[in-house]
């Protein structure tokens, strides 16, 4: 398959073949959102939803159901759950990060303020919670919840790992599993355990949503700093701004000569950052090739999710699952 | 009994009475918040859980699940999963209200940041829903979610309620319903709950919860101007400063004549504040009587807390809870 097939379709394909389902889970989306007597949630709620995010972690939730055979209506709840989740970590993340765009649109707390960010996020989280208890099953709510508990705790890693120079590659998939791919892993195992699948798919469901989600931050990483071509463009940078410690300069600062290591100490540790360091610190990634060493290592993360999947039945959701990982990547390839 | 009597004993009776779970709930507490990878969690939430709260929710849950005769273990659980919603909310609350001090400390916010304030809440939120699910009881795990989207609604509400003169007492009353009662009678239904109660005592345990809850924050709010003796004390008119519209403000906005109106319109929706602002507030609060107004209600709420009792079987830790009721309105008597 030539690149440009894999360009847009994968995650097309999906959509398509899953839109019945999707329009229940947005159906649902929209109910659950709604509020009596805060209007302000809603707005709030709408304002991200509607920006049109990729809705892939719900997509995810719904294929691995189908894959495994589920033909009852809580797919759609669980799918729903996920998006929430989703959403009110974006919510509370724009509030840690201040940020000021999200999805190419000023970000809630931009339009509105951090309170309103913080306690519709947190409204969104108890909803998720209530939906989460639809199909009666004890497993779902313990993986969907084991899961939130390790989002914040990636978040909270991540957090105390910024700005910290001794920061491991270890420390680093500690976090972007935290803070990733826990709801990728828990969205397309959730999906199996409802069907009711053995312990090998289910397995196999988890390990592909977990190497995903690693393959996925690691890209995203990654073209924070423009990817491999190394050419700074309008949203290079903002990782580096932040002082965060992404898997780009962690094995940059690894390989680092005593002035090298010099520089990183001042942007990253001290923060004292000033005109061209962004393209000084580019300019080290490319000469100790950690761009292209990123690329290649999310892309070894994408061939584990393709080959978890070989576990899971014959299934055409299943070559689309595999094409979507491959696709995870090809934007860097 | 005399007031004395009242004054401190109900609360510590309790404590008391209930010694030996609350001692299980606080070993619980300190094992769920810990965090292997993320020693920040623990750190924030030690010193707020730490400092010293009263633990009123969780001995809500004990008392009601022994009233009703429960012997099994969870409700320990429970009363932690109350403890942890409890103090998640406060730890976004002080992000929300930007307070610098809670329980005579200064706030996490303050010490760390908002964003482990936020984060850390999130944790501890999501903790809550793990523990809650251990019972393997459906109908616990939707009246504490279902309170948990209550809680951030009021929230909600109370953020888009400040600043606006036209607020109403049934607002208010929704407003306070939601950031605290909401908690209060869930603690005290899943006790019920938990030990298969009748629906009639279930009933009368979540009543005694929404009505003492209603009693506590009308009280909180009126000790927040001195209590009814009018002496500004040094914790006097944090609210009013936040230009929050609780009962004592919306009562005297809708006595007020065409010159009051212009002081609460400037002070309140404008924000426009001065040196001796919050004396005319109060001296305009007792010229109409707002203050004992407000008492009076709170009084009301407390003895319909106490009748809502009378449908429980006959239990020293009821009458306890009587006294609970009684005292939380005595401090303002």
Redesign the interface.
Known sequence: MSLDDKAVKPHDRLAQALAGDMEAVNALIREKMA?K?????PEVTAHLVEAGGKRLRPMLTLAAARICGYNGPYHVHLAATVEFIHTA?LL?DD??DESAQRRGRPTANLLWD???S??????L???A??LM?EP?N?RV??IL??A??V???????Q??AAQDLSTTEDTYL?VIR?KTAALFSAATQVGGVLAEADETAEKALFDYGDALGIAFQMVDDLLDYGGVTDVIGKNTGDDFRERKLTLPVIKAVAAADQTERAFWSRVIEKGDQQDGDLEQAMALMAKHGTLAATRDAAILWADQARAALSALPAHPLRDMLDDLADYVVARVR
Chains 1, 2 share one sequence.
């Open positions: 509020s007597h805060a209007p302000r949630i970590t509370h509030v840690v951090n309170k309103s913080v306690l519709v996020g947190d409204y989280f108890a909803r919670f209530q208890t009666d004890m709510l313990g919840s084991n939130s508990a989002i914040a705790e990636g978040e909270v890693l957090l105390t500690q935290g």
